[in-house]
Each structure stands twice: as C-alpha cells, then as structure tokens.
C-alpha cells in the first residue's frame, strides 16, 4: 500500500472493528444525499470564467493526459536563470481543523485544491483570494480536473475530483454549484486517491483502497476488495463502463480458527491516474499488492484497458507473489490473517507517464515501491525495455508517488524513508530510450537535533514536476529544491516547514512535502506544505505561491 498512512490508516482500522465481519460489497453506482457549496464569504470580486482551457494551465495530476508532469516553457513562463530568483509572493493558510490534501489545478486563473476534513476551494491565482468553497463528504485526495459540460449553451465548466470515501464528484467551475455525484465503490474501504482523468467527454475515475490496512485486524474478514477503473459521463455522471483489476469476483476461501470467514481474491487497488493514449485507443493504469494468496497477475502490475470498452487489453506484471496485509510483518506475532508467504509491499503509487522516443517508437517509463524505474514498450503489450534500480525500496517506497519525463530522460525522486537519513532520498535521471542512468544526486546533508529528528530525513517520496531545464523534488523535512536537468545541480532551496503570514489572515505553517508536487504556470509555483496522511508526514496547513520579483 503506498504512503497513506497515519491520519486515514488509523481511521481504517478503528472503524473496521465496528463494521460486520462478513463485509463483502461489491461496488454498484450510488448517489450520495447532496454535497453543497458553503454559504461563505469570499473576497474574491466575482468574476466570469470563460473558457479555463484557453491559455496556460496545469490540469489535473500530470499536466497532460500522457501524465507527464511536464509543463512546456511558454506554460511555465520561466527560464533556468528565473528558478534561481523565485520568492514568496503570498501564503493561503487553511483553518486548524482543515489542511491541504491535494495537489494545486491551475485553470483559468484560478487555483482548484482539495482539503481535509472534506472540501474544494478555488483561489485566484494571481492573489490567493478566494471565489468559492464546495463542502464534500470526505477528505479531498485527488488532483482536480477541469473540462467542459458538453450540451451546454454556452458551455459551462466543472471540477471533477474523488474523495476517501470512493465518491466521485462534478461541480460547476465558475460557481462551485454541485452537478452530480456518484459512488465509484460501495465497499467500505474504497477510496480515490488518484485524480480521474478527462478525456473526449469521458471522466476515468481509479479506485483505491485501505483494506490491508483493515486486514491486519484478525476479526476482519478479509478480504474483498478488487481495484477498477469507472468511466463516467462527465456531462451526467452516467456509468459507461466499469472492469475490474480482478476478474474474479471474492469467494469464500477459508475459516480461521476463531471462526472468521476469509474471503478473496482481493486487492490490486489504482492509487493513481490514468493514463490516455489516444493513438492506441487505451488507458493505463498502475496497481497495487495482493491482500489473498494467491496474488492475482493483475497485482503489481501496468494495465492497458480500451478506452471504449474498457476491456483488458494487456497486463505487465513487476512484482509476482506480492500478498500484503499490514501488521503481519511483525514475526513475532502474526496472526492466521496473515498470508502464508508475506509479500514486500511493492505497490505502483506512480501514473505509467507515456513518452515518444527519437525512433519514432514509444515507451511507458513508471517508478515502483521497489526502487525500480521501468520502461516498457506499449506495442508489445508492455514488453518491459529497460529497469534501473534507483533506490533499495520498502512499504514506503522506492520510488513512490509520480516521477516527470521529457523528450530524453525520465527523472525518478526516490524515498527509501525505511533506510534512514544516510539512505533516503535522491534523484535519478534516467535516458528513455535506453535505460541508461545519466546522473543521480542525493540530497546536502542538513542540520538536525538529533537522529530522531525528522528534518533529519529526506525521503523524496513527493511526485516531481518539470519544466525545460528544471526538475523539482520536495522531500519530507520540508523542502524544496530545483536541479538543473542537464547534471543534477540544485539550482534553488526553499525550506516550506515554517510559519507564514497568510492573505486570508489565517495563521499557517508547512511541514511535510509529500504526494503531490509542485504545479507551475505563467510564472508561478504552487505548492502545499504539510501533507498529514503519511507514515512520516508532518503536519502543515499551508499553500505557497511562488514567482520571479519584478525588474
């Protein structure tokens, strides 16, 4: 299971002694009673949208629908020379019972960004004021993606984002009215955490889950949850289709000696986004570990699914025999829940990121818990073309949340948070074509109190964006650097773990960079510090914009 831990784990494995023993929902489309936009005041002038998709932006999780987490230089608005002078030109804080949980969209001018304990805001991006609030059912993980209403005159704009109770969600863009909402998976561990994906009218949504985590409980009947992929209409939130990362659908297995009834086959959840390839018709998606033996070939694995169907075009599977369930590492207590065979957790956290090469081929490159980097060739139903070992991998990853591609490298942040301050952290830049390594660089050692100390640690487990020139890595004491991507040389510092003034008066302050990475648009750099929902997070309650001062 990748880094989600603490806060959301915690509330997991409370609630699952509550639920009944013999859960085993399969999902079914539901509506929700009426999420709504909060009747708050805001300080933003009202002002028309427009068309959000004019002009430079960074939509959803990857920038592009390849999930490259590459912006070009016209988006950017920066050069190599302009990093290197970027400072603080405002701070949101979030209010002490909220704190950012996603990844900033950048549309139109506004900034779309999910919160915890449940909600959505759009800012402006030039300011920090802010236009609306939509008040969802749960904590808001995944990046936000903004398309069109089709059928609409004149066309009207939504928010689509997921939330950690499996909701899926289309709000009006400009207004923050509520469209429709929908629950992606009724099984009481669904979660989305990865950002649905817009494309042609259709909104891809990927499925996640905690039940490993509720599996380490031996009253729980473990297990039944199976990773998906829902496509939507985006207009109506109409079912299209659905596919299982599974087939199968759970049985009972066996019954443990305190009388418990097992389940399975489960898990393979989709902690990312997918991924669209137009010129092949389908979309790709990473998985997750097995939580029952055996563990199914769709687990820890790259899938291609057809964009029209959604029917299993082809699996490439990394880590065989990966059965997972929390708590069962411990030696010296595990329990009949446990597998027989206890897998190393290498889940894929990472969207596959598709690339053209300079043959005139194409090539998938992903990072995996394992400390993997993987090439693989998506006209030979994922042939893999190349591996790299970047880091030595653990639960926590390895390379875990996103890594960036341009036309020549892919750029793998690594964690290795297990391994300690010595170990953790780095960046890879790895050549597409050939799997080559051209440089690797780990993070200047920082002053901390003690061995203990979290500054003293830098894993690199935050997703890493990149512009031409510029690769940015956040790592989990709270900061930020800029490399130059021709040698790995840190162009830029900026330690976020500090308090700040705010522009909406609430006091704030950073902590942990983790999950999401930094956004980058005409200019500026956004990015949240203080990401609460992992083993090593730190809180924090802040959004930062960062630009070039003026001549």
Known sequence: MP????????AAVLTASVLPSTVHAQATPEVLGMAHTLGVDTDCAPT??????????WNGWGADARNTRHQSADAAGLTVAD???LTLKWAYGFTEDQFVSSQPTVVGGRIYIGTGPGGVRALDAETGCEYWRFSAHAIVRSAISIGPLHGTTPTRYAAYFGDLQGNVYAVDAETGTHLWTKRADVHPYARITGAPTLFEGRLYVPVSSLEEAAAGSSDYACCTFRGQVVAYDAATGDEIWRTYMIEDTPRPT???PTGVQFWGPAGAAIWSAPTIDPARGVLYVATGDAYTEPAADTSDAVVALDLETGRTVWVQQTTPNDVYVVGCDDETNRGSHCPEVLGPDYDFGQSPILRDLPNGRSILAIGQKSGIGWGMDPDEEGAILWQNEVGLGSINGGLQWGSAADAEHVYFANSDIH???AIAGGLAAVNLETGQRAWYVRPPAVPCASPNDRRCVQAQSAAVTLIPGVVFSGATNGIMRAYATTDGRILWTQQTWQDYETVNGV??????????GPTIVNGMVYMYSGYTMGMSGTPGNVLLAFGVPAP
């Open 507 to 516: 006091p704030a302050s950073g902590g942990s960079l983790d999950a999401g």
């Open 3 to 10: 880094h989600l831990r603490c806060v959301v784990m915690i």
């Open 83 to 85: 990093v290197e002078r």
């Open 254 to 256: 066996r019954i443990s």
């Open 419 to 421: 391994h300690g301050p």
């Open 48 to 57: 028309p949208l427009g068309n959000p998709l004019e002009g430079s932006m």
